[in-house]
């Protein structure tokens, strides 16, 4: 089975730009999340979607942030503008019901 | 709101020597709980899974418990390897909606050989 794939592995932009972080979940898991990690700490959730619906967003500050997950598949995590405390790795994962999370190897995203 | 500790932060064991993470969470109303690995520059490989109904679950060299009431969980690797360094984040599943996954800050563990 192939597993969670996200691109691109690594981006450095100048803060006030605008950037973009694809995954493409394991086919048949429902569920998908993202999730941005600091150094030295867990994962901290940024989003939710059970399908194409995001469920909990409650975490991410939507003020330059935005996510989407077209047709409850492949989703997209966008950020504009970038600023410098946005420098962190960026996780997604999918799961199916009940079941453990599967993690792509992630975004590293620094904003200089 | 969930919070989740893990002791000690930072592990140094000899190679062959048995050893416990300690997994403490503040709302016992979990889901699940989820023990994962993370290489460095990687993302998180899931070990074990287990149903708040369970009380452990093992996997090879790995055995994983829980006791919902006192909002704990152990990760007990037995004989380990250089291999085994990583750190180790849980993750229980909580709230209203089943599929909220909250992690730790994890302890890295190093295996000297």
């Known amino acids: 089975e192939a597993g969670v794939v996200q691109s691109p592995r690594y981006k450095i932009i100048e803060k006030k730009q605008p950037v973009a972080f694809w995954c493409n979940p394991i086919s048949g898991h429902n569920t998908l999340y993202w999730y941005r990690q600091n150094l030295g700490q867990g994962p901290e959730l940024l989003i939710r979607y059970e399908n194409e619906e995001a469920v909990d967003d409650s975490q991410l500050p939507k003020d330059r942030f935005s996510a989407e997950r077209l047709k409850g598949v492949d989703s997209t995590l966008k950020i504009q503008p970038a600023e410098l405390g946005d420098s962190a790795v960026y996780l997604c994962a999918s799961s199916a019901f009940n079941s453990p999370l599967h993690f792509g190897n992630g975004t590293r995203l620094t904003v200089t | 709101k969930q919070e989740v500790t893990q002791i000690p932060a930072a592990l140094s064991v000899p190679e062959g020597e048995n050893l416990v993470l300690n997994c403490s969470f503040t709302d016992s109303a979990i889901y699940n709980l989820q023990w994962f690995r993370q290489d460095p520059g990687k993302g998180l490989t899931s070990l074990l899974l287990i149903q708040s109904s369970q009380r452990e679950q093992t996997s090879g060299r790995l055995n994983a418990s829980l006791d919902k009431s006192s909002g704990r969980s152990t990760l007990y690797i037995a004989a380990s390897q250089p291999g085994d360094s990583a750190t180790y984040l849980c993750?229980?599943?909580?709230?209203?909606?089943?599929?909220?996954?909250?992690f730790g800050p994890g302890t890295s563990l190093s295996v000297i050989p």
């Open positions: 993750a229980p599943t909580v709230g209203t909606s089943y599929d909220k996954v909250i």
